[in-house]
C-alpha cells in the first residue's frame, strides 16, 4: 500500500532545520515575486488524515510567504447558500487569480472521501465523484493552473496518539467521540484515500504523500515541494518559445455541401399575427408566472441563455420572459467583454458566480458560448484554447443539470437580409440609435464565419441534459411567444419530474 510506503520515520533535528529553513524561506518569497509577473495560478491542495498537522503546515506557508500574494480557504459544513447551488460553486469562487498562490484546506477531495467511508455514497457514486474531480482539475490544468497536492500521512499508531495528546491539550475541534470516530475507521479511511489518491494521481496533478509524524521534516518537505513545483512551471514558461499546435478539425468546411449549416434548416417564413401574438404571449406569461412561484417552492434553480445575431432580438425576448415572473425570483446577467479581474481567472469563473440559489432564476444575455463565438471568431483566443471549450461547456452544463438545475439554451436566428433592415432602422431611429456600433458593422461582414463557429456550437453542445432551442427570429412576435411557451414547457416538464 503507498501509505505503508510512506511511513519509514524520517526526522530532521531541531539544528537542521534552523540551518535549512533561513533558505527555503528566501527562495519561497523569490520564486513568489517572480509568480506574480506570470500567467500561472497556484493551487495547493491541504489534505490528509486527522492530527495530522494539515492547519500548521498552512500557517508554516503563511509565515514564508508574502501574504500579499496568497490566501487560504477553508472548507467547513457546506453553508446554505452552498447547498442550492452544485457542489463546484464554493470551490470556484476560491480559486487564485494568475500570478498569485490559492491554499485549498480541505478541497473537493473531503467530502466524496468522507461521505464513502461512512458509507453515505457507494462506490459507483464514489467513482462519479472521483470523475468529475479529475475531469475538474484537467480543465483548470489546461487552463494554465498548477495544481499542487498534498496528502499528510500519519500511520495508525500515530495518529491514535496524536489527536489523545490534542484532546489532552484541550483543542477545540476535537471532543472523545471525534477521536474515537477517526480511530475505529482509520483502515477505512486509507482504503478509500488511497484509492482517491490512484485514482487522481495525473501528470498534470499528481499527488505528494508527505509523512508528517515529525512536523519539522513535514513542514520541510511540503515548503520544498511546493518551491519546486513553482520553479519548474517558470522554468517550462520561459523556455517554451512554440504556439499550441492548431487543430484543424473544427476550420472552414471542405466540401461545398459542408457550407450547409443546422441554421439553414430554421423556418425563418415564421410569423404571427397581432392578435395570435398578444393572445399566446398572454398565456404562456400567465402559465410562466405560475410555473416561476412553483420552482421557488420546490427550490429547482432555472438558468437561462439567450445567444442570437446581433439585432435578432434577444432583449425584447427577456423582457417579456421576465414581466411573467416576480422580480424578486429573477436577475438579469449581460455579459460584455471580461474585466481584469476576469480575465484572471477560468473563463469560466465569471459563470459559476452568478449560478442562482435554489428556487430562483438568472438569465444570461449572452454567456459562456462567446468562448466558441466571438473569441473563436476575432481571434481572441487560440484554437486550441476554443476547441477544448466543447468538452468543458458541456462538462459545466452537465454538473448545473445533475444538481438539479433547469437549463434552457435559446439562439435566436435571422436572415442576413433582415439583419441589414433592422441595422438600418436603427440608425435612423433617434431611441434605437444607441443600439447600433461600429462592431455591429464590422461584425456583419463576418456573417459566414459566425454562421459556421453557431453550427459547430449547436452540433457540440446541443445534448440531451441541454439542449439548443433554435428560435425563427425573422418575425420578433413569433420568436417571443416560441421563447415564452418554450420555457413553460421545459420548466413544467422539470418540475413534472419533482413530483
Known sequence: MMFEAAEVGRK?????????EPGLHTQLLEVQRALRGSNTPVIVIVSGVEGAGKGAVVNRLHAWL?????????????????????????????????????????????????????????????????????????????????IVKFWFHLSKDVQRKRLK?????????????????????????????????????????????????????????????LLNAIRGRLATQSSDTTSKPPNLELCAPQTPDATITILDHVDLSAALDADEYEHRLEQAQKRLGGLCWSARRKRRNVVAVFEGWDAAGKGGAIR???????????????????????????YLWRFWRQIPRAGYVTIYDRSWYGRVLVERVEGFTHPHDWMRGYREINEFEEELTDHGVVLLKFWIHMSGDEQLRRFEERGVTPWKQHKITDEDWRNRERWDDYNQAVNDMVTRTSTEFAPWTLVAGNDKKSARVQIAETFCERLASALADDG
Open 320 to 346: 417579456r420572459v421576465t414581466a411573467a415572473m416576480d422580480a424578486r425570483l429573477y436577475r438579469v446577467i449581460s455579459i460584455a467583454a471580461p474585466t481584469d479581474e476576469e480575465k484572471a481567472q477560468h
Open 12 to 20: 530532521v533535528s531541531k539544528q537542521a532545520f534552523k540551518e535549512q
Open 66 to 146: 508574502d501574504a500579499r500574494g496568497m490566501r487560504t480557504a477553508t472548507f467547513w459544513e457546506e453553508s446554505d447558500e452552498e447547498q442550492d447551488r452544485p457542489r463546484f460553486w464554493r470551490f470556484w469562487r476560491a480559486l487564485p487569480p494568475r500570478g498569485t498562490i490559492g491554499v485549498l484546506f480541505g478541497s473537493w477531495y473531503t467530502r466524496p472521501i468522507i461521505d464513502h467511508v461512512f458509507e453515505h455514497i457507494d462506490e459507483a457514486a464514489f467513482d462519479r465523484e472521483l470523475a468529475r474531480i479529475a475531469t475538474f482539475e484537467r480543465m483548470l490544468s489546461d487552463d494554465g493552473a498548477l
Open 165 to 225: 495528546r490534542d484532546l489532552k491539550e484541550g483543542h477545540k475541534s476535537l471532543s472523545t467521540s471525534i477521536v474515537k470516530k477517526f480511530t475505529k475507521h482509520y483502515d477505512t479511511f486509507a482504503a478509500v484515500s488511497e484509492r482517491a489518491i490512484r485514482e487522481t494521481d495525473t501528470g498534470q496533478c499528481p499527488w505528494h504523500i508527505i509523512e508528517s509524524a515529525d512536523a519539522r521534516y513535514r513542514d520541510l518537505t511540503a515548503g520544498a515541494t
